[in-house]
């Protein structure tokens, strides 16, 4: 049974950082890829980061390029991404989603994604 489970996320100020986990079970973690995406409310889901199977290639949305990183450990089928420099605008519910074998350059369509977490709500506000 394919399982991932988001954690991490909270209530943090502009300017500060969080650090979200996706961890996932019940599948053949090297053979996926990893998206991040979110959903603010009453706003589309949109595509936020992208980790390949290996964690040599990353993709990022120009909204957080430069301010989030993507990174996987293998070994212990988790993917984590650091978010700094948090602005109002990244408050959302963040969801971690699994794509067979690469990101693409795709990555940031949401229904090319197959299995979901239940997602971690981030929010940045003073």
């Known amino acids: 049974q394919v399982q991932l489970v988001e954690s991490g996320g909270g209530l943090v100020q502009p300017g500060g950082s969080l650090r979200l986990s996706c961890a996932a079970s019940?599948?053949?973690?090297?053979?996926?890829?990893i998206g991040w995406f979110r959903q603010a409310p009453g706003k589309e889901r949109e595509g936020v980061s992208c980790?390949?199977?290996?964690?040599?290639?990353?993709y990022y949305a120009a909204s957080v390029k430069g301010r989030f990183t993507v990174s996987r450990a293998n070994d212990k089928k988790t993917v984590t991404l650091q978010m700094n420099s948090l602005k109002p605008e990244d408050t959302a519910v963040y969801y971690c989603?699994?794509?067979?074998?690469?990101?693409?350059?795709?990555?940031?369509?949401?229904?090319?994604?197959?299995?979901w977490g239940q997602g971690t709500q981030v929010t940045v506000s003073s």
């Open positions: 989603a699994t794509r067979l074998s690469s990101c693409r350059t795709t990555w940031y369509i949401g229904a090319n994604f197959g299995s």
């Open positions: 019940g599948f053949t973690f090297d053979d996926y890829a």
């Open positions: 980790i390949s199977t290996s964690g040599s290639i990353t």
